[in-house]
């Protein structure tokens, strides 16, 4: 059984459980109104930078038991579209189950999905949304999947195979895009770059998003993931979605010069 270990603990998050939960306790909001939301778009970096809006975004949802979490490959390793259907990850606040069952259905639906460890073994995409999960709910499941660069219609498909294995086995599971937005142009620059992306992904238009994305040159890392969730919410029932918080890392750093923007949406019925 496939165990994978953390390998950004210590570097993008505090890589001790107690010092972790005090690190997560910064980035939430105790008294959030949560609400059922089918998916919702999370950034991923280092928690100094991006763990205001991802603590901001997670504390707004109803956690279920099983989290779908898509993130784009920064490692160029592995299977193009990787599907990890057994085993556990670890963090520093434990380990959290791969939900097999959805997992399995999930490849059975998909004719781009194919299971692999790799592409996962090295990627920090999916990892750092799991202690944030994990802190709200100690014993979540995850179905961790990793997209590289492709087609539209591509990520359209793992898309509507997420939503088809989700309503096939009648689960409450929730979808997380994980993705940065700009990276490293200044901080007007990306700001007036992202809010075009983020209005498409709140129109719930994933080809406008991957119109923008390709004609205004968005270097959104996740913007595959972020089509795929589009997507299955919209296949689930998706009407409305919500920016919750967008800064960048000129906001935590100081340095308005190059950064990166993060957003944090829920999509809901």
Known sequence: MAIRSPVVAGQFYAGSASALERQIREYI??????????????????YMYSGPVAGATISRIVIKDTFVIL????????????????????????????DSELGKELLKRSRFLEEDTLAHAYE?????????????????KIVPII???????????????????????????????SSDMTHYE???????????????????????????????NITMCGYGPAVSLI?????LGAKVAELVKYQTSGDTSGDYSAVVGYAGIIIKR
């Open 147 to 177: 997209l590289a660069p492709a087609p539209g219609a591509t990520y359209k498909e793992i898309g509507k195979a997420i939503s088809e294995a989700i309503k096939g086995l009648g689960r409450e599971a929730v979808i997380l895009a």
């Open 71 to 98: 993130g784009p490959n920064h490692t160029g390793r592995g299977k193009p579209f990787s599907i990890m259907t057994e085993g556990s990850w670890e963090t520093p606040l434990g380990s959290v189950e791969i």
């Open 186 to 216: 200044p901080h007007e620059s990306a700001k007036g770059k992202d809010a075009r992306a983020i209005e498409a992904i709140l129109a719930l238009d994933e080809d406008e998003l991957l119109n923008r994305v390709r004609s205004l």
């Open 231 to 235: 997507c299955a919410a919209k296949e």
């Open 29 to 46: 909001d105790e008294k959030a109104q949560k609400e059922e939301v089918i998916g919702l778009l999370s950034p991923h970096a280092g």
């Open 124 to 140: 920090h995409s999916i990892e750092v949304q799991i202690p944030f999960l994990q802190y709200f709910k100690k014993d979540i």
